[in-house]
Nanobody, 121 residues
Framework: QVQLVESGGGLVQNGGSLRLSCAAS????????MGWYRQAPGKERELVAF???????NYADSVKGRFTISRDNAKNTVYLQMNSLIPEDTAVYYC???????????????WGQGTQVTVTS
């Protein structure tokens, strides 16, 4: 069984910062990629950022230059440092991990429970 536990969401003023964390635990053989999606009320879930095992990162245009994704492979943990937050960043943020639970097994995606980020104007 694999679990992803998120933390770090909350309420922040326009221009503020938050740091999200997501730790994966359980029967994990290897993690290929970890990342974050978000979903605002009435909108579809959108990719925010991801990082692959080699360290390559990718960001949505809307967060480039403001958000930074990083990863601690030893802890199976991914972080999302969010700076210069704006009200449009308000959403539930979900982390995911694309991982294998056994050698030569399929890569499957697992999700966290979501954490609310609210930016006030």
């Amino acid at each position: 069984q694999v679990q992803l536990v998120e933390s770090g969401g909350g309420l922040v003023q326009n221009g503020g910062s938050l740091r999200l964390s997501c730790a994966a635990s359980g029967s994990i053989f290897s993690i290929n990629a970890m990342g974050w999606y978000r979903q605002a009320p009435g909108k579809e879930r959108e990719l925010v950022a991801f990082i692959i095992s080699g360290g390559t990162t990718n960001y949505a245009d809307s967060v480039k230059g403001r958000f930074t994704i990083s990863r601690d492979n030893a802890k199976n943990t991914v972080y999302l440092q969010m700076n210069s937050l704006i009200p449009e960043d308000t959403a539930v943020y979900y982390c995911y991990a694309a991982l294998m639970v056994r050698a030569m097994g399929p890569t499957q995606r697992y999700w966290g429970q979501g954490t609310q980020v609210t930016v006030t104007s």
